[in-house]
């Protein structure tokens, strides 16, 4: 008799193996065979991809939106590092930014990037270093007038040294952090990714003197062996 494909029988093997296996190439490092492995074999990356959005990352701030509530009817948005442009995806319906649900505010929300980065209905993409000096005021140019939101979702660019990347997407939050002090609008919302390794305390101790409330937080779509978390900060003082 036959057996069912995928089925265990009595003595317990025959179960189909539904992990993809990635065979090494020459020329690829070991640690990208990983990578590549991990990523076909995420749920997060499936569903991303079956749903229409960029990248996995869509989910950590539609998780991040669904519990703290920032991205609301009418608000003013800034994104951080935008690309590829699934945070912005998630925001443009949320915050009604194509005008599609009648009789609510209009939103706007500001994408910013090193590089060009494709189109997003309903959101407005700058080519812009955010470091660079007078970047606030074209951001309130652009916004007319100042932010509600400001989020990041930014990294450098990893070395491969933990110590020197932590500080390195530290300094990056911190940056942004001083940015959203200047656009943000009284009692508004910054959200950034921070890594855990124990430089982030300043940074937490700045948050708490400008906003009223400080979060941080790891989304169910953040991966568990990631040391990211983020951080929500609300009710920007001004």
């Given at each position: 008799?036959?057996?069912?494909?995928?089925?265990?029988?009595s003595s317990g093997r025959g179960q189909r193996d539904l992990t993809v296996k990635v065979k090494t190439a020459r020329g690829r490092k070991?640690?990208?065979?990983?990578?590549?492995?991990?990523?076909?074999?995420?749920?997060?990356?499936?569903?991303?991809?079956?749903?229409?959005?960029?990248?996995?990352?869509?989910?950590?701030?539609?998780?991040?939106?669904?519990?703290?509530?920032?991205?609301?009817?009418g608000a003013r948005v800034v994104d951080l590092g935008c690309a590829p442009g699934g945070?912005?995806?998630?925001?443009?319906?949320?915050?009604?930014?194509?005008?599609?649900?009648?009789?609510?505010?209009?939103?706007?929300?500001?994408?910013?990037?090193?590089?060009?980065?494709?189109?997003?209905?309903?959101?407005?993409?700058?080519?812009?270093?955010?470091?660079?000096?007078?970047?606030?005021?074209?951001?309130?140019?652009?916004?007319?007038?100042?932010?509600?939101?400001?989020?990041?979702?930014?990294?450098?660019?990893?070395?491969?040294?933990?110590?020197?990347?932590?500080?390195?997407?530290?300094?990056?939050?911190?940056?942004?952090?001083?940015?959203?002090?200047?656009?943000?609008?009284?009692?508004?919302?910054?959200?950034?990714?921070?890594?855990?390794?124990?430089?982030?305390?300043?940074?937490?101790?700045?948050?708490?003197?400008?906003?009223?409330?400080?979060?941080?937080?790891?989304?169910?779509?953040?991966?568990?062996?990631?040391?990211?978390?983020?951080?929500?900060?609300?009710?920007?003082?001004?």
């Amino acid at each position: 008799m036959a057996k069912t494909p995928g089925k265990k029988n009595s003595s317990g093997r025959g179960q189909r193996d539904l992990t993809v296996k990635v065979k090494t190439a020459r020329g690829r490092k070991m640690s990208s065979t990983l990578w590549l492995q991990r990523q076909l074999n995420d749920p997060y990356v499936q569903k991303a991809q079956a749903e229409g959005y960029r990248g996995r990352a869509a989910y950590k701030i539609l998780e991040l939106d669904d519990k703290y509530r920032f991205l609301v009817n009418g608000a003013r948005v800034v994104d951080l590092g935008c690309a590829p442009g699934g945070w912005l995806q998630v925001a443009v319906p949320r915050i009604n930014a194509l005008g599609e649900k009648k009789g609510k505010a209009v939103g706007r929300i500001i994408g910013l990037d090193l590089q060009e980065v494709e189109p997003v209905p309903g959101a407005e993409i700058h080519v812009l270093d955010f470091l660079e000096d007078g970047a606030d005021d074209k951001v309130k140019e652009w916004l007319d007038g100042p932010a509600d939101v400001v989020m990041s979702d930014m990294a450098a660019s990893a070395s491969g040294h933990k110590q020197t990347d932590h500080l390195r997407i530290m300094a990056l939050c911190e940056a942004a952090a001083y940015l959203a002090f200047d656009v943000l609008s009284e009692g508004g919302t910054f959200v950034a990714k921070v890594l855990a390794g124990g430089a982030e305390g300043d940074l937490q101790q700045l948050l708490k003197q400008k906003f009223k409330k400080v979060a941080n937080v790891k989304p169910p779509s953040s991966r568990s062996d990631s040391s990211e978390k983020f951080v929500v900060a609300q009710g920007f003082r001004g």
